[in-house]
């Protein structure tokens, strides 16, 4: 089983995954190596994968073919869904056994098509499954906060090409989403109003980083931005819940992710990329706990991060948390702004 | 100029290393080609390289041949060192000027050898160049830190392959510095002793992550390591400034760092790594400042940490801050215990 570990000089969690048999010639060459002739995510391979979690389908039957968006257990989990946390601690260290969920979202038939080439109706499919899970996994109370995320190409870490995203619930709210959940709740207690609501005003009135708005979604190269062209997607209409999205919103936001990686790949050739969905904690974390493991629902605000993978991460940025950017914001934006996102390659 | 900026969502600052003439094909391969033919790190190429900033030499007159150590400006700096920080909000967020140094140490006259194939005597001479840049630098009142750190290998983010480290000063403290310097003050006002102190007496008791233990410098695999065989090399005796070292430490320090160093050769083939010294700040700003970007001498314990790259850092761990790490620490440290330093490959 894997464990959760804190590191009390960085005051971090991390997850070793690995309960021993790892030897250093596993970590010579790329570890993950996929046979593509015969791709698991792929219709009629369904008996590769574990049985589906959720499914969205057209015809057949389950864990056959005739499904649109396919939700299945990761075969090979960084955290196991069975058993007990076991909070320890050793000597000054904590350690807890390394429980969670991981699932694959497979989210097309198609192999070939990657999620900018989408229609929009099927992103919607995409995102009512990402909806989905985040409904069924926060029924769990061992759990602190459900990630979403997707890698785009294999210099963002993905290993199989099929278009897929990722689940990862887990028992600890990691680092960067505690930031912002108690940046906003500081925020919200000093001024009873949004953060990221009032960065959403400055954006529109300033109007150099916006590189596209549509009037349900804005989104923008964030002024501070760690990679270049890097961009952020927010609802303009507060919310701090992406679950609590109705279809219809989904539809603006399907659009709005769609047009966004088309002029990500129209202006960068079609780049590696990252995207992390930036949520609230499940609801059940958000009563009585201590300020910066929770958030109130007016006080955080929902929103995607799109990072392309371009620049390589050396030790400067990781051993110092600061990064370097070789692109002004406004410029990044502007080539996106101007981008046609109906260009194909 | 380039230019430091906030984001208020993240607590975070970034540099934007350019401000502007950048087009989005400069991102489409690897920016840096550098001519191997002619290296402006070997001996007779001293012209190609801005002057000398500090030297260690045998032999020969300024800029010229005959030096061991050599420490110039870089050609191409993140930050540059004249002008005023000139700081300011913009709306919500903030920026000031990207005023700081940046400098390469080049190692050795040798283009072939890395630095764990140095003689222990060349690497005291390396560690006497960080400890005069520290020394210098922090006369600068604008610099809140001052990093040392070294890539080898492309994979680990260098550019030159002839053997080098880089100094950079910095306006502002990072984050990962900040948090430990604030965590270590925290745990000597609660316990009246350093954290660091008591982590090397749990290790040194426990000994499953001790790697080399000479009575000078523990060397170690962290419990929380985010990366597979990561170590950390910290000084026995507390002390709160590596620029305070002597010289007869710092042979003591050569020989744990040479033999780490071995040891990852060893183990891992060569593999590209990181290492960043974890340093106090300069002195000004440890007096009357808030805890966090300061450290009182007793409180806080140098070490120096050094990652291999062996995998990539994908969505999740970008998107949380939270790493996975495939090996035991526990399995990591045995490996790299055992192996014998003086092999060569």
Request: charged fraction near 25%; aromatic fraction near 10%.
């Amino acid at each position: 089983m894997s464990e959760l570990r804190w590191d009390p000089l960085k005051r971090s969690w991390v997850i070793i995954t690995n309960g021993g048999g790892r030897r250093p010639r596993d970590f010579f060459v790329a570890r993950q190596q996929v046979d593509l002739s015969l791709c698991p995510f792929c219709p009629g391979q369904e008996a590769k994968t574990p049985g589906e979690l959720f499914v969205i389908r057209n015809a057949g039957s389950d864990n056959g073919p005739g499904w649109r968006v396919r939700v299945i257990p990761n075969k090979f989990p960084a955290l196991g869904i069975e058993g007990m946390l076991d909070k320890r601690s050793v000597g000054l260290y904590d350690a807890m056994n390394g429980i969670g969920a991981h699932e694959v979202i497979v989210e097309n038939p198609d192999h070939e098509r990657s999620m900018g080439e989408f229609e929009s109706a099927e992103i919607v499919d995409i995102l009512r499954a990402y909806r989905a899970r985040l409904l069924d996994l926060r029924r769990d109370v061992r759990f602190r906060y459900i990630l979403i995320f997707k890698n785009h190409g294999v210099e963002a870490g993905s290993g199989i090409p099929h278009s897929h995203s990722q689940v990862i619930a887990l028992p600890i709210t990691p680092p960067v989403a505690a930031t912002e959940l108690m940046v906003c709740r500081e925020y919200y207690e000093r001024k009873e109003r949004c953060l990221v609501c009032d960065l959403l005003l400055q954006e529109r009135a300033d109007g150099r980083h916006v590189i596209r708005d549509d009037g349900h979604f804005l989104v923008y190269a964030p002024f501070a931005s760690c990679f270049p062209f890097e961009m952020r997607i927010v609802p303009v209409r507060h919310g701090h819940d992406f679950a609590l999205m109705t279809d219809a919103e989904l539809l603006f936001l399907a659009e709005a992710l769609k047009d966004s990686l088309q002029r990500l790949s129209q202006v960068l050739h079609d780049p590696p990329y990252n995207f992390v969905l930036h949520n609230a904690p499940p609801m059940h974390q958000r009563l009585g706990k201590p300020a910066y493991w929770g958030s109130l629902p007016y006080d955080y605000h929902w929103h995607m991060e799109i990072v392309p993978r371009l620049t390589k991460i050396a030790g400067f940025e990781w051993g110092t948390g600061f990064y370097m950017n070789p692109i002004l914001p406004e410029e990044a934006a502007r080539y996106l702004r101007e981008a046609d996102p109906s260009f194909t390659l």
